[in-house]
């Protein structure tokens, strides 16, 4: 794109458009690698990223949305839970635009982690999540974040019920 042609198109039109491309891109990743989708929307990223040169903070909710993007598609895809939770704290470095972009991707760590066997991990970060929702919800009003809390309340209640309901199978008296 010609440089005067960048300079003109703001970056809330160039946010759409990552956007758009983005989401492109989900569509497609069922049909193809998980490498050749975190390639391509590695290469969304600096292509973005470069357009909004000058616009810092909207260039860092490009990384934001790309780094949680790799995070949701490596569980979909059943990586390790060690190359999910990388991911995660990768996402976690960069930071997350709010509480309940941040309870999401905690959310489905610890969900996943549940999925592979590993209830304390998923317990931890569950517990640790409804502390901070319920930090947040005491400064500031959010339909959003109540909605997280009460899902991360339930997820908690379903773990405890499934540690009960293991301890009382004659395997493990």
């Known amino acids: 794109m010609p440089e005067s042609a960048k300079r003109r198109k703001g970056p809330e039109a160039i946010g759409r458009d990552f956007a758009r491309a983005v989401s492109g891109e989900i569509v497609r990743a069922a049909t193809i690698s998980h490498k050749e989708f975190m390639s391509r929307l590695r290469d ?4 973005y990223v470069h357009e909004l040169e000058g616009f810092p903070e909207f260039a860092l909710e490009v990384k934001r949305r790309v780094s949680e993007q790799l995070l949701e598609q490596a569980i979909f895809r059943r990586n390790s839970l060690s190359a999910c939770r990388a991911r995660l704290n990768a996402a976690s470095r960069l930071g997350f635009t709010n509480i309940e972009q941040r309870a999401h991707c905690h959310m489905l760590y610890a969900q996943y982690a549940f999925a592979r066997g590993n209830k304390r991990v ?3 970060i569950a517990s640790a999540l409804v502390i901070e929702l319920e930090q947040s919800l005491r400064k500031r009003k959010s339909p959003l974040a109540k909605q997280c809390l009460t899902y991360a309340r339930g997820f908690l209640d379903f773990i405890d019920s499934a540690n009960k309901a293991l301890k ?6």
């Open 168 to 173: 009382r199978t004659p395997s493990h008296a």
């Open 122 to 124: 998923a317990k931890r």
């Open 44 to 47: 969304l990223e600096k292509f």
